[in-house]
């Protein structure tokens, strides 16, 4: 119905940057908020960031404030995390995922999204 696919993940050495881009296909929708999350093995898949459709409202996990940011091309279909400053504990699968409906403050409740990519492994070296 929905296929979100991420990808610029890599390797990179720790103080380096990467872009992540999800681009969507199939059935879209007109209004939906997008988040980043990512997991690792073993541990509870934690919220990163998110941007509601307009683009006027993101939020982020304070981990990563004032290193990442989120944001969307609404007539490309993509959102993108720019990540910089990065650091070993950045290391996961990055996954995007969409909520749709929502055109307001974006949520931190991965419950909430309903679709979501396959991943994109990102890896920080020290």
């Known amino acids: 119905q929905v296929q979100l696919v991420e990808s610029g993940g890599g390797l990179v050495q720790a103080g380096g940057s990467l872009r992540l881009s999800c681009a969507a296909s199939?059935?879209?929708?007109?209004?939906?908020?997008m988040g980043w999350f990512r997991q690792t093995p073993g541990k509870k898949r934690e919220f990163v960031a998110g941007i509601n459709w307009g683009g006027g409202s993101t939020r982020y996990a304070d981990s990563v404030k004032g290193r990442f940011t989120i944001s969307r091309d609404n007539a490309k279909n993509t959102v993108y995390l720019q990540m910089n400053s990065l650091k070993p504990e950045d290391t996961a699968v990055y996954y995007c995922?969409?909520?749709?409906?929502?055109?307001?403050?974006?949520?931190?409740?991965?419950?909430?999204?309903?679709?979501w990519g396959q991943g994109t492994q990102v890896t920080v070296s020290s």
């Open positions: 995922a969409a909520d749709p409906g929502r055109t307001s403050q974006p949520t931190v409740d991965d419950n909430e999204y309903d679709y």
């Open positions: 199939g059935r879209t929708f007109r209004n939906y908020a």
